[in-house]
C-alpha cells in the first residue's frame, strides 16, 4: 500500500508559476512510476507528467510541455511539479499518481488533490 500527500496548490495569474509537491509514504520499493494527473470541471482526468523510479525516465502531456517540470527527490520520497507559464486552461485539482507493482499486477494509487486555479 502507498500514501500520497499533495500540497502546493493555490490561486495565481496566468504567467506566474506554481510548485506542487507530493510526499509518498508505506511500500515504496514497489512503486515503478510517480506522476501528475488533473481534473478540469466537467472534463476528464489528463495526464501531466511521469517519472519513473528505476530509470528516471520523464514524460509529459502535450499541454504542459515546456512549461511543467517533474522531479523526484528519493531520499525524501518526494515528487515535485514546478509550473510556470500557467494559464487559465491549467485550472484544475491535481493528483499525485503512484504505479505499484505487486507480483503480476500493477495497482494506481492517487493522492486527495489539490486545487490549482489560475486566473487571466
Known amino acids: 500500500q502507498v500514501q500520497l500527500v499533495e500540497s502546493g496548490g493555490g490561486v495565481v495569474r496566468a504567467g506566474e508559476s506554481l510548485r506542487l509537491s507530493c510526499a509518498a509514504s508505506?511500500?515504496?520499493?514497489?512503486?515503478?512510476?510517480l506522476g501528475w494527473y488533473r481534473e478540469a470541471p466537467g472534463k476528464a482526468r489528463e495526464f501531466v507528467a511521469s517519472?519513473?523510479?528505476?530509470?528516471?525516465?520523464?514524460y509529459y502531456g502535450d499541454p504542459v510541455k515546456g512549461r511543467f517540470t517533474i522531479s523526484r527527490d528519493s531520499a525524501k520520497n518526494m515528487v515535485y511539479l514546478q509550473m510556470s507559464s500557467l494559464k487559465p486552461a491549467d485550472t484544475g485539482v491535481y493528483y499525485c499518481?503512484?504505479?505499484?507493482?505487486?507480483?503480476?499486477?500493477?495497482?494506481?494509487?492517487w493522492g486527495q488533490g489539490t486545487q490549482v486555479t489560475v486566473s487571466s
Open positions: 499518481n503512484a504505479d505499484y507493482q505487486q507480483g503480476l499486477g500493477s495497482y494506481d494509487f
Open positions: 508505506g511500500d515504496i520499493d514497489k512503486i515503478t512510476a
Open positions: 517519472i519513473t523510479t528505476l530509470s528516471g525516465t520523464i
